[in-house]
T-cell receptor, first 113, second 112 residues
Framework: QKEVEQNSGPLSVPEGAIASLNCTYS??????FFWYRQYSGKSPELIMF????GDKEDGRFTAQLNKASQYVSLLIRDSQPSDSATYLC?????????????FGAGTTVTVRA | DGGITQSPKYLFRKEGQNVTLSCEQN?????MYWYRQDPGQGLRLIYY???????QKGDIAEGYSVSREKKESFPLTVTSAQKNPTAFYLC???????????FGPGTRLTVL
């Protein structure tokens, strides 16, 4: 399993602010990168994925990928209390025709009302 | 109503017993995956299957077994050989050619 590192948090942000989450990975050949949100006691749900360098926006979420520096980040704009959850970063392993994913331990986000 | 179902939601097992966790999907996805999640840790891959009647070991397969007799079903058996089975077990599936894995609601297994 390839190494995927995330700050465990908790990351506390006021309502309406931007939450910035970072993820670094060790496998330089990794191809696809995913962000999942997991509420306490629930299963992960996919927020978005990215595979090209640069930014990808989906509503209030923006994923940023920098393959040269081996990091991927997630920005949550206009944070809401409902965004309070653990965010998991996952990468598709290089040369994985099986689409195997390696997961980070997650960053816990708390949005203060 | 398409999706992935897992049962039971909670499962209690005595030491020395084998238990089987169910995972069913009606999304017509080809690939299915089993992960376990422990507190404060990322998901770890147990087994996966790309097609019916074929499956591969993941990173932590010891003490587990699976079968894939139908496209829709991928049950996981936790055997007595698994030394620390208490965890949250998650099943996921992916359509052929797709990048994303989608998760079922999970089964929380506790060994008493």
């Amino acid at each position: 399993q390839k190494e995927v590192e995330q700050n465990s948090g908790p990351l506390s942000v006021p309502e309406g602010a931007i939450a910035s989450l970072n993820c670094t990975y060790s496998d330089r050949g990794s191809q696809s990168f995913f962000w999942y949100r997991q509420y306490s006691g629930k299963s992960p749900e996919l927020i978005m994925f990215i595979y090209s360098n640069g930014d990808k926006e989906d509503g209030r979420f923006t994923a940023q990928l920098n393959k040269a520096s081996q990091y991927v980040s997630l920005l949550i704009r206009d944070s809401q209390p409902s965004d309070s959850a653990t965010y998991l970063c996952a990468i598709r392993e290089a040369n994985s025709n099986d689409y195997k994913l390696s997961f980070g331990a997650g960053t816990t986000v708390t949005v203060r009302a | 109503d398409g999706g992935i179902t897992q049962s039971p939601k909670y499962l209690f097992r005595k030491e020395g017993q084998n238990v089987t966790l169910s995972c069913e999907q009606n999304l017509n996805h080809d690939a299915m995956y089993w992960y376990r999640q422990d507190p404060g840790q990322g998901l770890r891959l147990i087994y996966y299957s790309q097609i019916v009647n074929d499956f591969q070991k993941g990173d932590i397969a010891e003490g587990y077994s699976v079968s894939r007799e139908k496209k829709e079903s991928f049950p996981l058996t936790v055997t007595s050989a698994q030394k620390n089975p208490t965890a949250f077990y998650l099943c996921a599936s992916r359509r052929q050619g797709g990048h994303e894995q989608f998760f079922g609601p999970g089964t929380r297994l506790t060994v008493l």
